[in-house]
């Protein structure tokens, strides 16, 4: 599976933005998908991850109620609506798929390349 992340940029504090991930291959609805981030100086931490249904989602107590984790199975496409938003969530931001089952570890078996968010103040 190869996933591209998009969307990330420049945002307000309070603003919103919307990050994609698309993924190749016939097998996306098989994975769950997560998003994790990470902040310059800082490890990377787990944000949010959804089953592969779409039924079950999971988030970091740090976002939770301000981001939304979705899929579009038919369309091998997972989003992260950031609403919201924090300078202490500036980051860059990965999606990775995980065979097995939800979980907030970084135990995934594919990453994207990263996409950018920066909030200002």
């Known amino acids: 599976v190869q996933l591209q992340a998009s969307g990330g940029g420049l945002v307000q504090a309070g603003g919103s933005l919307r990050l994609s991930c698309a993924a190749s291959?016939?097998?996306?609805?098989?994975?769950?998908m997560g998003w994790f981030r990470q902040a310059p100086g800082r490890e990377r931490e787990f944000v949010a991850a959804i089953s592969w249904s779409g039924v079950s989602t999971y988030y970091a107590d740090s976002v939770k109620g301000r981001f939304t984790i979705s899929r579009d199975n038919a369309k091998n496409t997972v989003h992260l609506q950031m609403n919201s938003l924090k300078p202490e969530d500036t980051a860059v931001y990965y999606c990775?798929?995980?065979?097995?089952?939800?979980?907030?570890?970084?135990?995934?078996?594919?990453w994207g390349q990263g996409t950018l968010v920066t909030v200002s103040s």
């Open positions: 291959g016939r097998t996306f609805s098989s994975y769950v």
């Open positions: 990775a798929a995980r065979s097995g089952p939800p979980t907030r570890g970084d135990m995934y078996d594919f």
